[in-house]
DNA sequence: GATCAGCCATTCAGTATTGAATAGCAGCCC
DNA sequence: GGGCTGCTATTCAATACTGAATGGCTGATC
C-alpha cells in the first residue's frame, strides 16, 4: 500500500541471501531485532507475507522470491552509484568489467597487467559472466562481447572481427584422426551448448546448431574449452584463441562461423576519464590480439 | 567511504528532481530539514559535494549529475518490485507496458481497450518511449519492440512481420507527382532520422540510410509519421498502419525494409498471471493487427 | 537423551532521527 | 522600494528507531 522506505529493499535482499534475519543483521552491521522489524514493515507496507518464520531461520514465500531480481537490480545499481562518486582523477578509482569467462581468463589478462602497470592507483574489478545484459543491470561498467550492442544506451566500439572455427587437441587427433566429413560423427565427440545461445543459433554450412548435435554439452565457455584442451572432443573455439592455445585445426574449411567483437559501455560513463582509459585499453589490447590471427 | 543508507539515493534522486530541498520533501512526504540532513550525510559518505546551496534552490554538481542515471535505475527498480509484490490473482494488479510512440499510440489502444474490457481490475500503465531498453532498467514489464530481443534475461515472441516502406499522403502527391527514381529527389522532400537509430542503418536498395539524406528530421517517430500525415514529405512507414492511415505509397517496390515485431517480458515474470495475460493479449492482438496487410 | 549452537520474538533504555517553528536571504511584481 | 514568495539553515522538543539482553525454540552432535 504505502511504498517502502528504501533501506526495506535493502533488508530484504540481505535478508534473502543470508538466509536469516541474524545473519543479514551481521552483513548489514546492524541487530537482529532491526531487521526483524523492518521485514515486518515492508511485509505491512506491501500487504505480502515474504517470510514463514522458523527457528532454523526465516524461509521466504514465492512472492519474496518474486521480488527478489529487483531487489538485486537495486544493489546492483546502489554498487555503480558508488563507484561513480569516485573522484575521476587520472588513473585512479575502481571499473568494473565483464567479459565471457574463456575473454577474461586467457585474452584480458595481460592487457590488464600492462594497464595496471601504467596505471597503479587504478583499480579493476573482472567480472566473468556469459550473460549478455550485465551492462544494463549495471553489474558493471564496461563489457567485452562477442555481439553488437543492441540497446540505446550503450556506447560501443568493434574492435575486429573473430572467426569460431572447429579445434581439437593434438593428442585427439592423434588418437581420433581428423573426421572427414562434417556431417558423419561416428567415432569421434563433439563438444558444444547445452542451451545453445540465441546469437550461435542458425545453421553454419548446413549444419544445424543445436542441442542434440554436441556429444559433450555445457553452458560454460569455460568448460568447454577445457574439454577440447583436455582431449574430450572437437569444438568450436575462436581462431587467434586456439592458435595461441596450441589447438589443432579441424575440417579447417567447412566450418566458420564469423563474430564481432566488441568493446562497451554505458553512454553515462563516457564522460569519465578512468572509464575512457579502460576502455581505450581494451580496444587496444583486443584489437592487436585478434590481429594476431592474420 | 562508508557506503550509505539507501534511503540517501532517494534523497537525492528527489532533490535532483524537484530542484530543491523543499521540493523534495514534499515529493517524499517528509520536511525540508530531514532532506537537508540527507543529502550532507550522502556528500559526507561518499566524500563528494553533490550540490552548491543557493536561495533559489540547489544547484547540482557536475558528480551529482552523473549519478543521476543510477538513481534513477534504483527507483525503476524499485517501482517494478511494489508492482510485482501486488498479489497476482485472475486479471488484477498492475502491468506496465512500453512501445514505439507510433505503436503504443495508434496500434495498442484498441488491444488495450479489449483487454480492459475483459479485466476491468486490470491497471495498465503504457509508457511510449523509443528507447529500446526500458525492460532491463526495468522501468516497464512488457515491451513490444521492433527488434529480436538479444539480452539473455529477456523472454520475447516474435509476432510477425512488418516492412517499413515509402509512403505520403494524398494531399502531398498531388501536389508534387510522384517521384520516379529513389536517388533523384529534386523537388521532393524526405521526412527521416536526425540520428539514425543503429536498427535502421544499413543500405537499402542502393539508399544508404545516413542523416544527411533526410530533408526534414526528427528522432520521434511520432513526429515523423504526423509530418507524413500532414503532407510535408515522403517518408518511413509500416505498412499495415500506412493502410490503416491511408497514406499512399511511394515508389512502391523500390524500398523495402523488413522488421521483425516482437512482445517481450523480463524471464522472471513469466510466472506472473497478470504478466501472462498482458502478453497474451499483446501477442494476439499484434498477430491480427499484422495480418491485415494481407 | 543431554548439551550446545543458532535462530526468532520481546522488552526496555538510550540514542538518533524527525518535524514544527523561526530566522535570514534572494528574486519578482506592483 | 515595499511586500510577497520560495528557498536554506538552525534550533529544540517529541518521536521513532535502534541495540543489548533475555527467553524460548528447534535441530545437530556426542
Redesign the pocket.
Known amino acids: 500500500m504505502a511504498d517502502p ?1 528504501w ?1 526495506l529493499y535493502r533488508a530484504l535482499l540481505a ?1 534473502l541471501t ?9 552483513a548489514l ?13 515492508l511485509e505491512a507496507d506491501l500487504g505480502v507475507a515474504l ?1 514463514t ?6 524461509i521466504p514465500t514465492e512472492a519474496a522470491l518474486e521480488l527478489r531480481p529487483h531487489a538485486q537490480a537495486m544493489a546492483a545499481a546502489a554498487a555503480a552509484l558508488v563507484r561513480a562518486a569516485i573522484p575521476d582523477v587520472d588513473g585512479q578509482g575502481v571499473v568494473r568489467i565483464t567479459a565471457s569467462e574463456v575473454v577474461g581468463g586467457t585474452v584480458l589478462p595481460p592487457i590488464l597487467a600492462e594497464l595496471r602497470e601504467a596505471n597503479p592507483r587504478l583499480q579493476i574489478e573482472l567480472v566473468l559472466s556469459n550473460r549478455n545484459d550485465d551492462l544494463l543491470r549495471r553489474e558493471a561498467d564496461i563489457a567485452v562481447r562477442m555481439a553488437r550492442p543492441t540497446q540505446g544506451a550503450l556506447y560501443g566500439r568493434k574492435v575486429g572481427e573473430s572467426e569460431v572455427r572447429l579445434f581439437a587437441s593434438a593428442g585427439y587427433i592423434q588418437k581420433h584422426g581428423q573426421p572427414t566429413d562434417l556431417m558423419d560423427r561416428t567415432g569421434h565427440t563433439v563438444v558444444g551448448f547445452d542451451h545453445v545461445p540465441a546469437y550461435a543459433g542458425g545453421v553454419v554450412a548446413n549444419f544445424p546448431i543445436m542441442r542434440e548435435i554436441f556429444d559433450v554439452r555445457s553452458d560454460s565457455d569455460l568448460a568447454q574449452l577445457a574439454m577440447i584442451q583436455a582431449g574430450v572432443g572437437i569444438g568450436g573455439c575462436q581462431v587467434p584463441l586456439a592458435r595461441r592455445l596450441g589447438l589443432v585445426p579441424v575440417l579447417a574449411d567447412a566450418f566458420s562461423f564469423p563474430m564481432e567483437a566488441w568493446v562497451v559501455m554505458h553512454e553515462d560513463l563516457k564522460t569519465s576519464r578512468r572509464m575512457r582509459l579502460v576502455f581505450d585499453a581494451l580496444v587496444e589490447g583486443l584489437r592487436v590480439f585478434l590481429s594476431e590471427a592474420d
Chains 1, 2 share one sequence.
Open positions: 522506505d533501506t535478508v543470508e538466509g536469516s534475519l541474524s545473519g543479514a543483521a551481521r552491521g546492524q541487530s537482529q531485532p532491526t531487521l526483524g522489524r523492518q521485514i515486518a514493515a517470510f518464520r522458523s527457528p532454523a531461520g526465516l
